[in-house]
T-cell receptor, first 115, second 111 residues
Framework: NAGVTQTPKFRILKIGQSMTLQCTQD?????MYWYRQDPGMGLKLIYY???????DKGEVPNGYNVSRSTTEDFPLRLELAAPSQTSVYFC??????????????FGDGTRLSIL | RKEVEQDPGPFNVPEGATVAFNCTYS??????FFWYRQDCRKEPKLLMS???SGNEDGRFTAQLNRASQYISLLIRDSKLSDSATYLC????????????FGSGTRLSIRP
């Protein structure tokens, strides 16, 4: 059981380049999330999705886009990479019905540097 | 005021000691609360969920105080392996989907 898988694990981008961070989960979770974590800081919610075809902004969505065409996949797109987007990106998923949130399962993270 | 606030620490305590730290949240409608443990350069891992007044798992006890809007984590008989950053996470209001994390509390256990 792989859980939440993120690719790539490391990436260096030049300013202005674009890339997609991949995230897939095999637990049939309906909720998926993208967070970024800067050094010494907590996790900031970028985008989240409560099901296929539904996405919503989190705390820090500017400069990012997401899509959720299937239950399993939730890619994060950076269109014009900026140095401020240098961070560790975590994808997470959970299974939640109405009311209470359930614990999130996290991927290993993608370490992204913009130079 | 931040939605979820934690004392960043570091808390530096001897092995075997009891240590506790709090996490305050601003939205009184929040329903779900979690403590995660994060080791250096690793992903967060669930330590405990708190949905009602509290939860206990071995040496770890979490308490929820709705009146004062905080959750606490108590670690008894601390081990060297407890050294990590502890993150609290809170659902934003009554929404089951949006989970907001605190900045984390660093704990270091010394021999």
């Amino acid at each position: 059981n792989a859980g939440v898988t993120q690719t790539p694990k490391f990436r260096i981008l030049k300013i202005g380049q674009s890339m997609t961070l991949q995230c897939t989960q095999d637990m049939n979770h309906n909720y998926m999330y993208w967070y970024r974590q800067d050094p010494g800081m907590g996790l900031k919610l970028i985008y989240y999705s409560v099901g296929a075809g539904i996405t919503d902004k989190g705390e820090v969505p500017n400069g990012y886009n997401v899509s959720r065409s299937t239950t399993e996949d939730f890619p994060l797109r950076l269109e014009l990479a900026a140095p401020s987007q240098t961070s560790v990106y975590f994808c997470a998923s959970s299974y939640s019905t109405s009311g209470l949130s359930q614990p999130q399962h996290f991927g290993d993270g993608t370490r992204l540097s913009i130079l | 005021r931040k939605e979820v606030e934690q004392d960043p620490g570091p808390f530096n305590v001897p092995e075997g000691a009891t240590v506790a730290f709090n996490c305050t949240y601003s939205n009184s409608a929040s329903q779900s609360f979690f403590w995660y443990r994060q080791d250096c350069r690793k992903e967060p891992k669930l330590l405990m969920s708190v949905y009602s007044s509290g939860n206990e798992d071995g040496r770890f006890t979490a308490q929820l105080n709705r009146a004062s809007q905080y959750i606490s984590l108590l670690i008894r008989d601390s081990k060297l392996s407890d050294s990590a950053t502890y993150l609290c996470a809170v659902s934003r209001g009554s929404s089951a989907s949006k989970i907001i994390f605190g900045s984390g509390t660093r704990l270091s256990i010394r021999p």
